[in-house]
């Protein structure tokens, strides 16, 4: 038997679904891509895992072993509409349908992988440019942020200066203020005229006495 086909009998008498199964905290839930019967609670048991689901990162993680999910696809395994748009994310879909048509002859092995191949190469560049668009926008955000948080640490210390120069002239009025009363009054002028003394030799003006004369 080839790789599509090996299955037990109790597994071809099932119906069997490609789903998610839940694990991890409250709101920060993780999933797992399992293999299960249909009929099996939905985060009971299952009969494989085959990869996971990380919706919380940006953009969201899908690891899926394609191998193993094409294998059970083609030997009826039916996916939810969630596993589906995963699987189609991952190119597991065309893949099955490739392989549809090399099984009915209507192409080569080596054309149907040259076809995926092409697929994959522009589903890659696809990826690495939103991949790229998302840095580059949380880059901008970032920036924008550090912008406006210096921009707001410059404001306070325009005010915290702008307040310090102020107390400071403040200050410098006060101190003159108080250096100008502190300062000696200047004596006031009077319109009394001052006498001289006569200078030596010279006879005192009319009305004076004259000096005694020592005996």
Do not use: C
């Not at 410059?154 to 200050?171: F, G, H, N, P, V």
Request: glycine share 6%; aromatic share 4%; net charge neutral.
């Amino acid at each position: 038997m080839d790789g599509f086909h090996q299955l037990t009998k109790s597994q071809y008498n099932m119906a069997v679904k490609i789903r998610l199964a839940r694990r991890g905290r409250k709101k920060m839930a993780i999933y797992d891509v399992v293999i299960a019967d249909a009929r099996a609670p939905r985060d009971g048991r299952f009969i494989e895992k085959i990869g996971s689901y990380n919706p919380n990162t940006d953009p969201a993680s899908i690891n899926i072993n394609n191998d193993r999910a094409l294998k059970w696809l083609m030997n009826g395994a039916q996916p939810t509409d969630t596993v589906k748009a995963m699987l189609s994310y991952r190119g597991v879909m065309l893949k099955k349908h490739l392989q549809i048509g090399v099984v009915k002859g209507a192409i080569t092995q080596e054309q149907a992988d040259e076809k995926f191949q092409a697929w994959l190469d522009g589903k890659e560049k696809a990826i690495s440019s939103k991949v790229e668009k998302i840095q580059s926008a949380k880059e901008s955000v970032k920036k924008a942020a550090l912008e406006a948080e210096t921009a707001k640490n410059q404001a306070r210390l325009d005010a915290i200066k702008e307040r310090e120069d102020a107390a400071k002239a403040a200050a410098d009025a006060e101190a003159k203020a108080a250096e100008a009363a502190a300062a000696p009054e200047a004596p006031e002028a009077t319109d009394a005229p001052v006498a001289e003394a006569p200078a030596e030799g010279e006879a005192p003006a009319a009305g004076e006495d004259a000096p005694e004369e020592k005996a």
